[in-house]
C-alpha cells in the first residue's frame, strides 16, 4: 500500500526557500511514486526538478556535451557560439539533488529520526534517474540535429 506521496509542485520549497507550498499541480511523478512504492518495502524519496519549456540542447546541457559541443561550428563556418547559461538547469539540478540528499533528516525527519547523518553515509542508495523530455528541443534545428547525442551525454 502506497502513503505518504505528497502530491505538488513546490510541496518542499527550493534551496533558497522559494517555492509555492500550496499548489495542487502535479505530474508523472505520481504514477511513479506509487509504482515504484509498492516495488520497495523501504520508502522511496522523489527528487522532481522541473523547468517548463525548455531545451536539453541549451539550458540542460550536460558538462560533457558542452565540451563536446566547443569543437563545433555553425553551418556557415562561423564559432558555433556558446552562451554562459548553456547547461544552467543541468548544473542547477545536480546542485539541488546534492542538497536534498546532503540535508535528508532535516526534510524527513520521520524517518531518520535519533540517525547521526554526519557518521552514517548510507542513509539512502540512489537507484535511478528518470528524464521526461516535453517537445521544446523541436523548435530549434540545432537543438533537433543533436537531441540524440544530448540525450547520450546527459
Same mark, same amino acid.
Given at each position: 500500500?502506497?502513503?505518504?506521496?505528497?502530491?505538488?509542485?513546490?510541496?518542499?520549497?527550493?534551496?533558497?526557500?522559494?517555492?509555492?507550498?500550496?499548489?495542487?499541480?502535479?505530474?508523472?511523478?505520481?504514477?511513479?511514486?506509487?509504482?515504484?512504492?509498492?516495488?520497495?518495502?523501504?520508502?522511496?524519496?522523489?527528487?522532481?526538478?522541473?523547468?517548463?519549456?525548455?531545451?536539453?540542447?541549451?539550458?540542460?546541457?550536460?558538462?560533457?556535451?558542452?565540451?563536446?559541443?566547443?569543437?563545433?561550428?555553425?553551418?556557415?563556418?562561423?564559432?558555433?557560439?556558446?552562451?554562459?547559461?548553456?547547461?544552467?538547469? %543541468?548544473?542547477?539540478?545536480?546542485?539541488?539533488?546534492?542538497?536534498?540528499?546532503?540535508?535528508?533528516?532535516? %526534510?524527513?525527519?520521520?524517518?531518520?529520526?535519533?540517525?547521526?547523518?554526519?557518521?552514517?553515509?548510507?542513509? %539512502?542508495?540512489?537507484?535511478?534517474?528518470?528524464?521526461?523530455?516535453?517537445?521544446?528541443?523541436?523548435?530549434?534545428?540545432?537543438?533537433?540535429?543533436?537531441?540524440?547525442?544530448?540525450?547520450?551525454?546527459?
Amino acid at each position: 500500500v502506497v502513503s505518504n506521496l505528497e502530491i505538488g509542485y513546490g510541496i518542499r520549497k527550493n534551496i533558497d526557500g522559494s517555492g509555492n507550498t500550496s499548489s495542487t499541480k502535479f505530474g508523472p511523478e505520481v504514477g511513479i511514486g506509487w509504482t515504484l512504492g509498492t516495488v520497495f518495502d523501504e520508502p522511496v524519496l522523489l527528487i522532481k526538478v522541473s523547468w517548463s519549456g525548455t531545451a536539453l540542447g541549451n539550458l540542460w546541457r550536460s558538462p560533457s556535451s558542452i565540451a563536446k559541443l566547443k569543437n563545433r561550428t555553425t553551418d556557415d563556418g562561423n564559432d558555433r557560439p556558446i552562451s554562459p547559461l548553456t547547461g544552467h538547469l %543541468y548544473r542547477l539540478m545536480i546542485q539541488m539533488v546534492h542538497h536534498y540528499t546532503q540535508n535528508i533528516a532535516s %526534510y524527513f525527519p520521520e524517518y531518520f529520526n535519533n540517525v547521526n547523518t554526519e557518521e552514517n553515509e548510507d542513509l %539512502y542508495e540512489i537507484i535511478g534517474f528518470c528524464w521526461l523530455q516535453g517537445w521544446a528541443d523541436v523548435l530549434n534545428p540545432m537543438y533537433l540535429e543533436e537531441y540524440e547525442e544530448n540525450l547520450r551525454f546527459f
